[in-house]
């Protein structure tokens, strides 16, 4: 009973001066963890309103881990509580929390490790009360911000999992070399020991619901073949249209523009799924935009899937909102937005 326990262990103390306390609990209230957030920052005010002598220090103990570990993320009525711990401090002032995530016990609820814990409540009295020039609290998220890779992944390989949420990456791993980025989406889960996330981002996968183009709408594009993958390449990295490499041109068919011998502006053809043919590599040199030259490419290559009886699709970087603007404009249609990754065995 909370109240038997105050009025016995607790209420006797209040007359005695008091320099502050230190409190290890919390589980009990797992069940209840939101409450917390109020409760406890409750019971220390109510505590220093008993004793009348200002906010004395108060310092506490966060959960620490517990259970065994679970493969992908969830819900977890302790880390709740943890949070609601940690709000307290910027509750009330002039208390702590000692971070002891890393010293629990996956099977033991009280970590064995009990002067890791009293060595972290001890930082917070001398530096706060007794004047040491010692850290005592631990980090605290402020926020964050996103980067995206600049780097140009050069590879010629997508990879697929049959169940995404159930990666088999032992079996990719017989197929993919050491340092070898290869593409992956809808996957996005933790990666596991011996694979790193090199890059992430957000696409549309659009898919064409117009009609048959009447004519080719770039009769002077030129067949690219493999004396052109050089050039291809360079394209490629100077854009950023996806997943290229010096072979990508042989997965289907690639037409280029040139002036002056120089590769301006290409489109091809890359992944089969059944009836689907996917549109890929669609990029213009940024000296050379404006004049309508990949969106020619593009439906000359519409044109040629939809006579062959296939159905075209893309993929779109979800923050290119001009070119998404353009297939949009020109026939295709949002069909899902995906995550697609860069992975490596590392």
Known sequence: MPTYLYNAMIQPLIPYAIQGA?????????????????????MIQCWRDAW???????????????QAERPEPAESAWAELREAQTLTMSKLPNT?????IDLGEAHDIHPKNKQGVAMRLARWALAQ??????????????????????AFFESNVIVAFPEPRRPDFDALAEICAIDEPVYCPEWTGFAPAGWCILDEMTAFRMTWQGGTPSND?????????????????????????????????????????????????????????????????ICTHPDYRGRGLARRL?????????QRGETPFLHVMANNTAARRLYLDMGFDDYCETTIRVISRC
């Not at 230190?22 to 409750?42: D, K």
């Not at 009360?129 to 600049?150: H, T």
């Open 22 to 42: 230190i409190w290890y609990q919390g589980e009990s209230n797992a069940s209840r963890a939101y409450q917390y957030r109020h409760l406890f920052p409750l």
């Open 52 to 66: 009348g002598q200002g906010d004395f220090p108060f310092y506490w103990v966060q959960l620490a881990d517990f």
């Open 96 to 100: 702590g929390e000692a971070v002891i």
């Open 129 to 150: 009360d007794y004047g040491y020039d010692i850290v005592c609290r631990s980090p605290i998220y402020k926020s964050m911000e996103i980067v995206r890779f600049a």
């Open 217 to 281: 709408a770039f009769p002077d594009a030129v067949p690219l073949g493999p004396q052109h993958a050089a050039q291809a390449v360079a394209l490629a990295r100077l854009t950023r249209p996806g997943p290229f490499g010096l072979r990508t041109i042989e997965l289907g068919d690639y037409f280029g523009w040139f002036e002056d011998g120089q590769l301006v502006a290409m489109a091809g053809e890359r992944l089969r799924a059944g009836p689907y043919r996917e549109v890929s590599g």
């Open 298 to 306: 593009t439906l000359k290559l519409v044109r040629r899937q939809l």
